[in-house]
């Protein structure tokens, strides 16, 4: 059985940062793709990043220059580093991993940016 468990969030002021992180365990022989995803209330979720084997990156236009997704493969933990954060950064995040083919989700930490 994997797992993912999620941490980092919080509430931090505009401007501030936050690290973000999710650690699969279990049995898991490979792991490919390695994604933030968030849900504000009342809108759909959207992919915030993305990592895949090899370090290659991607970034949703919102967060580019803000964000950095980063990955520990001997620790099968993927990052989100968030710096200028903006209140409409503000929802639950969330990691989704591809491990041995399937799609697992973590459970969700909350993000919130205000004064």
């Known amino acids: 059985q994997v797992q993912l468990v999620e941490s980092g969030g919080g509430l931090v002021q505009p401007g501030g940062s936050l690290r973000l992180s999710c650690a699969a365990s279990?049995?898991?022989?490979?792991?490919?793709?390695m994604d933030w995803y968030r849900q504000a209330p009342g809108k759909q979720r959207e992919l915030v990043a993305r990592?895949?084997?090899?370090?290659?990156?991607n970034y949703a236009d919102s967060v580019k220059g803000r964000f950095t997704i980063s990955r520990d493969n001997g620790k099968n933990t993927v990052y989100l580093q968030m710096n200028s954060l903006k209140p409409e950064d503000t929802a639950v995040y969330y990691c989704?991993?591809?491990?041995?083919?399937?799609?697992?989700w973590g459970q969700g930490t909350q993000v919130t940016v205000s004064s």
């Open positions: 989704r991993v591809i491990v041995d083919g399937t799609i697992r």
């Open positions: 990592i895949i084997s090899g370090g290659i990156t």
């Open positions: 279990g049995s898991i022989f490979s792991i490919n793709v």
